[in-house]
């Protein structure tokens, strides 16, 4: 599917500056807004970085993007997928998606605090194959 027909499928307005956002974080897999300003600058030098963070938050809203909230670090944003938990590489701060199940921790934190878990978001950190080599 393009991505004109995945921002349509999200009834979101397919502009020229929309397909490269969902183009630059396709690529990249995760982003953060600096990041992705940048890079959208080479090809729209007069686009603002409030019109990114209004595009940003429009996806989100219609959950075609979503936010990716690491620790003591800028958030990233991503394509939105199947639920995934993220590991990042304390050194080089890569980005990847891991699929595992989290719904014994689930259970075991509505145990602990009678909640009703919503949402759940797991970040896991340490140091990539590619930098444990160095």
Do not use: W
């Not at 396709?26 to 019109?51: C, E, M, R, V």
């Amino acid at each position: 599917m393009s991505y004109i027909e995945q921002l349509q499928n999200k009834n979101l307005k397919v502009t020229p500056q929309r397909l490269e956002i969902v183009d630059i974080i396709t690529q990249q897999g995760h982003i953060t807004i600096d990041n992705l300003y940048q890079s959208l600058q080479k090809k729209f030098p007069t686009l603002s970085l409030a019109t990114v963070y209004k595009n940003i938050n429009t996806m989100q809203e219609k959950e075609f993007v979503s936010e990716v909230k690491i620790p003591n670090q800028k958030n990233v944003y991503e394509i939105k997928k199947k639920k995934h938990s993220h590991i990042i590489c304390t050194k080089c701060s890569n980005i990847i998606d891991i699929n595992i199940d989290i719904s014994d921790v689930i259970i075991k934190a509505k145990q602990a605090s009678n909640y009703i878990v919503e949402d759940s978001s797991v970040v896991f950190s340490g140091i990539c194959p590619k930098c444990q080599n160095l």
